[in-house]
């Protein structure tokens, strides 16, 4: 525990120097631009297994319980509207790759944060259409995972809740609560899975394993806490109200913004973590350490 705190501490101060509330605005603008597309591609793909409406309405269900149901009925509508313009548009190869674009632009700038978190960057002769195309093609595969991810999760939830309503039946009452508990060390590993997938992918840094797992079960749970949190200032506070017609989307902003202070805090443990353990990091072929570099 007590390396622990020497570690939080450390990534705390680097954390507050690197502007972390610039960097999560920037990720929050390129994702209500890209939420419609993303959100199609993986309902495209989790529906082929529990159909579109069973998918929509567990992320409806998901982002009502985070910033409440009004700004879940955006998202719906969102959705709603870009299958219309699917279906005249985006039937063509043109609209397909305007669809793909749309979905990794918020990933790619994502990708972008986290470099300077990591303080990495990008070598000038790397740049150019081989590195747009390699940028695109990880944030895609990310985007793949989540799909992959959420079907798990949606597979797991749905047998966790009837095995739970068998338990109220024909089991004493404690054992609900230990299902409880289960349940939300599901979700808690799920999120972690996802959160490694993007320290590992999306930065221009190589890092182990055994770093990557420690930072990103450290996110996970600041998630989760942040979840319950958010969703009770949400629920109390009504930031939104002051906006009127365009309140849901500053909710929405709001909830990406504070997403992403978590897991540039996130990131920034793990890379602390592998610095106080000496543990294997350095960047990848097409990018070096910026001006602060690894262990400063």
Same mark, same amino acid.
């Given at each position: 525990? !007590? ?33 419609? %597309? ?16 069973? /998918? ?22 969102? @959705?709603?509207?870009? =299958? ?18 749309? %979905? ?17 960057? $990008?070598?000038?002769?790397?740049? #150019?259409?081989?590195?747009?195309? !390699? ?7 990310? +985007? ?28 004493? $009452?404690?054992?609900? =609560?230990?299902?409880? /508990?289960?349940?939300? /060390? ?28 420690? #930072?990103?079960?450290? $996110?996970?749970?600041?998630?989760? +806490? #942040? ?12 930031? %939104? ?5 365009? #309140? ?9 913004? =504070?997403?992403?202070? @978590? ?34």
């Amino acid at each position: 525990m !007590r390396d622990f705190f020497k570690v939080l501490k450390r990534a705390v101060v680097e954390y507050i120097d690197d502007e972390p509330f610039d960097l999560s605005a920037i990720v929050a603008f390129y994702a209500i631009f890209s939420l419609p %597309a993303l959100l199609i591609i993986v309902i495209s793909l989790v529906g082929y297994v529990f159909g579109h409406d069973a /998918v929509e309405g567990e992320i409806e269900a998901q982002i009502s319980e985070a910033i409440g149901q009004e700004a879940a009925v955006q998202v719906q509508t969102m @959705i709603a509207n870009a =299958y219309e313009d699917e279906n005249t548009k985006l039937m063509t190869i043109i609209g397909i790759a305007v669809l793909l674009f749309g %979905a990794t632009s918020v990933l790619v700038s994502l990708q972008r944060s986290l470099n300077r978190v990591w303080w990495v960057r $990008t070598k000038k002769e790397s740049t #150019g259409v081989k590195k747009i195309a !390699r940028d695109r093609i990880a944030s895609f595969g990310i +985007i793949l995972a989540i799909g992959f991810l959420l079907l798990i999760s949606l597979l797991v939830t749905a047998g966790l809740s009837a095995l739970g309503s068998w338990v109220r039946q024909a089991l004493p $009452t404690s054992l609900y =609560y230990f299902f409880y /508990v289960l349940h939300f /060390v599901v979700s808690l590993t799920f999120i972690a899975v996802l959160f490694s997938l993007l320290f590992k992918f999306l930065p221009d840094v190589r890092v182990q394993w055994k770093s990557l797992w420690k #930072g990103a079960l450290f $996110t996970s749970f600041l998630f989760m +806490i #942040g979840k319950f949190a958010m969703g009770i200032y949400f629920g109390n506070m009504d930031p %939104a109200s002051s906006y009127g017609a365009a #309140g849901s989307v500053i909710l929405i902003l709001l909830w990406v913004n =504070y997403s992403c202070l @978590i897991l540039f805090l996130g990131a920034k443990f793990t890379k602390k973590y592998a610095e106080y353990h000496h543990h294997y990091v350095e960047p990848k072929p097409h990018a070096e350490w910026s001006a602060h570099g690894f262990g400063a």
